[in-house]
């Protein structure tokens, strides 16, 4: 085969996957009505003493509405993901199952207006749908 056929070749790979990556990215995050009502529960457990029982603040900040909005609106979901099992809670950081941070998030996705649909996962693709 000639070498121009292997490199079109090659560049039309890179071009699929790339658009492959961009494409997951593009969807917004998803998760289960059941996975927001198991989160409400570890929520209430593990996040409630410092967000507030709704998540709208307390010693720690609001999870919900404008602050929500400014931090995490059209980003990456890993971001939000990697940042509460990373840091939350604050007394115990990284110190859940990693599926107890998936339902906690898929509970605060749902207190942000954000429609339930397919489940959530660790490490999460999409983005946090802006408003």
């Known amino acids: 085969m ?3 056929w292997m490199s079109r070749a090659l560049a039309a790979t890179v071009l699929v996957t790339s658009f492959a990556a961009g494409e997951a990215l593009a969807q917004n995050v ?3 009505d059941n996975q927001a009502l198991r989160g409400s529960q570890e929520f209430a457990g593990a996040c409630s003493k410092c967000h507030g029982g709704g998540a709208t603040g307390g010693q720690g900040p609001a999870l919900v509405g404008a602050k929500f909005d400014q931090a995490w609106r059209g980003k990456p979901a890993i971001q939000l993901f ?3 099992s990373g840091n939350m809670p604050y ?3 990284g ?3 990693k599926d107890t941070y998936v339902v906690i998030m898929a509970h ?3 207190l942000n207006g954000i429609p339930a ?3 959530l996962v ?3 693709p999409g983005t946090i749908p802006a408003k």
Do not use: M, Q, R, S
Request: glycine share 12%; no cysteine; charged share 20%.
């Open 2 to 4: 000639p070498n121009g």
């Open 30 to 32: 998803t998760y289960t």
């Open 82 to 84: 990697e940042f509460i």
């Open 91 to 93: 007394d115990d950081p």
């Open 95 to 97: 110190g859940l199952a």
């Open 108 to 110: 605060i996705l749902k």
């Open 117 to 119: 649909g397919a489940a």
């Open 122 to 124: 660790v490490d999460p």
